[in-house]
């Protein structure tokens, strides 16, 4: 049996699918993957290294060069902790909003798109849907997905990546790498300071290095680049170490990121910290015990989003009518997209003010200019 929604029951069903990025996003999947194959549209998992989570892209319409790819992320961001009013995993209309967790980040997005696959007959050329996971977490799961299809589909013209930007062309996003510091030092006695090695204070002075550098990067960035904060961030998210007041500490970690705008090379400034914790704190640290140690682990990365002319931005530009574009102050797959070589923009329905909060929500009037931009490009990519 073939299944016609329109947007809002096709957002609803997406919303009902709890894929908070720590949870599997199989049923999602399995839901998306049926309701294609109803319509004749064969698509393509790939799976997460555990098999808990799935990629999923499809070609809908001919397999030509020119077409344009779809992309949106499945996952959502836990809500945890958080204030809500309606039941975050049903969708709930109110007052010209459609409330739920992902309604804006970014089930509305794939939600619309879905809805209008009944749409996508008459296509001359293709439409791609690229649908992610662990977006929320890094951008780890598209990485498999884009290198699959770099080689197995036809040269896109664009890639719009829809993220909430209330439909105005995002141009550019920030790069990240995220990063675990471990500090080992040396137990005794707190009335012992002279034989231990505290690995919270020797923590705290590296952490107070990544501070100054975090102000320097501030003070030393033009700020006419267009993002919000206009430099390169670095910031400390998580710090855990030490077991009591009175015992110098053995062990010490945190997390930090460096969000780099686009020019900036996040690996020289995270070698200058290194060369830092080599140098300069380690060396001391070892003349009381020779097995102290530091260490950093990359545990997250994504490129930057660099703002460029391109294919994917006329094509939005044509469709919306707005000229202005601006850019992205969180982390996308767009980078990723770029950085394989095809065109992107980021534009899509709801707003960022929105996007991860308790009650989060879509207005109505974002879902019908989502769907009426998705109806133009259809359009466009029939004739
Ligand atoms: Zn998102």
């Given at each position: 049996?073939?299944?016609?929604?329109?947007?809002?029951?096709?957002?609803?069903?997406?919303?009902?699918?709890?894929?908070?990025?720590?949870?599997?996003?199989?049923?999602?999947?399995?839901?998306?993957?049926?309701?294609?194959?109803?319509?004749?549209?064969?698509?393509?998992?790939?799976?997460?290294?555990?098999?808990?989570?799935?990629?999923?892209?499809?070609?809908?319409?001919?397999?030509?060069?020119?077409?344009?790819?779809?992309s949106?992320?499945?996952?959502?961001?836990?809500?945890?902790?958080?204030?809500?009013?309606?039941?975050?995993?049903?969708?709930?209309?109110?007052?010209?909003?459609?409330?739920?967790?992902?309604?804006?980040?970014?089930?509305?997005?794939?939600?619309?798109?879905?809805?209008?696959?009944p749409?996508?007959?008459?296509?001359?050329?293709?439409?791609?849907?690229?649908?992610?996971?662990?977006?929320?977490?890094?951008?780890?799961?598209?990485?498999?997905?884009?290198?699959?299809?770099?080689?197995?589909?036809?040269?896109?013209?664009?890639?719009?990546?829809?993220?909430?930007?209330?439909?105005?062309?995002?141009?550019?996003?920030?790069?990240?790498?995220?990063?675990?510091t471990?500090?080992?030092g040396?137990e005794?006695?707190?009335?012992?300071?002279?034989?231990?090695?505290?690995?919270?204070?020797?923590?705290?002075?590296?952490?107070?290095?990544?501070?100054?550098?975090?102000?320097?990067?501030?003070?030393?960035?033009?700020?006419?680049?267009?993002?919000?904060?206009?430099?390169?961030?670095?910031h400390?998210?998580?710090?855990?170490?030490?077991?009591?007041?009175?015992?110098v500490?053995?062990?010490?970690?945190?997390?930090?990121?460096?969000?780099?705008?686009?020019?900036?090379?996040?690996?020289?400034?995270?070698?200058?910290?290194?060369?830092?914790?080599?140098?300069?704190?380690?060396?001391?640290?070892?003349?009381?015990?020779?097995?102290?140690?530091?260490?950093?682990?990359?545990?997250?990365?994504?490129?930057?989003?660099?703002?460029?002319?391109?294919?994917?931005?006329?094509?939005?530009?044509?469709?919306t009518?707005?000229?202005?574009?601006?850019?992205?102050?969180?982390?996308?797959?767009?980078?990723?997209?770029?950085?394989?070589?095809f065109?992107?923009?980021?534009?899509?329905?709801?707003?960022?003010?929105?996007?991860h909060?308790?009650?989060?929500?879509?207005?109505?009037?974002?879902?019908?200019?989502?769907?009426?931009?998705?109806?133009?490009?259809?359009?466009?990519?029939?004739?």
């Open positions: 049996m073939v299944l016609i929604m329109n947007s809002k029951q096709m957002i609803e069903q997406l919303v009902g699918f709890n894929t908070v990025s720590r949870d599997s996003n199989l049923s999602l999947i399995d839901f998306v993957q049926n309701y294609l194959d109803d319509y004749g549209v064969a698509s393509t998992r790939v799976v997460s290294d555990d098999g808990e989570k799935s990629n999923l892209y499809a070609t809908i319409g001919p397999l030509e060069e020119g077409g344009v790819v779809l949106g992320h499945t996952d959502v961001v836990p809500v945890d902790g958080q204030d809500w009013h309606t039941d975050p995993f049903l969708l709930t209309e109110d007052n010209g909003r459609l409330y739920g967790r992902g309604t804006c980040d970014m089930k509305g997005f794939i939600g619309i798109a879905l809805s209008l696959v749409q996508m007959r008459s296509l001359q050329r293709p439409i791609h849907l690229a649908l992610s996971y662990d977006e929320e977490v890094g951008c780890r799961g598209a990485p498999a997905m884009i290198e699959q299809m770099v080689t197995n589909i036809p040269a896109p013209q664009a890639v719009i990546v829809g993220e909430p930007t209330s439909m105005s062309a995002v141009t550019g996003h920030k790069g990240i790498v995220g990063l675990k471990t500090v080992r040396y005794t006695h707190s009335s012992q300071t002279n034989r231990g090695v505290s690995a919270v204070m020797n923590a705290a002075r590296l952490v107070g290095y990544l501070s100054a550098m975090a102000e320097r990067l501030e003070r030393d960035t033009p700020s006419d680049n267009g993002f919000n904060p206009h430099h390169t961030s670095i400390v998210g998580v710090i855990n170490g030490g077991t009591a007041m009175n015992i500490s053995r062990h010490c970690e945190f997390v930090w990121d460096v969000r780099n705008i686009p020019g900036d090379d996040p690996d020289a400034l995270i070698g200058e910290f290194e060369k830092y914790c080599k140098e300069e704190v380690l060396p001391e640290m070892r003349q009381r015990w020779s097995e102290c140690f530091i260490q950093t682990d990359v545990i997250a990365r994504a490129p930057e989003f660099s703002p460029k002319e391109s294919a994917a931005l006329e094509l939005v530009q044509a469709i009518g707005a000229q202005d574009t601006s850019r992205g102050a969180y982390v996308a797959e767009a980078g990723q997209f770029q950085a394989a070589g065109p992107t923009v980021m534009c899509g329905p709801g707003s960022i003010d929105q996007a909060q308790p009650d989060e929500f879509i207005s109505l009037e974002q879902v019908v200019q989502g769907e009426s931009f998705l109806r133009r490009l259809i359009q466009d990519l029939s004739t």
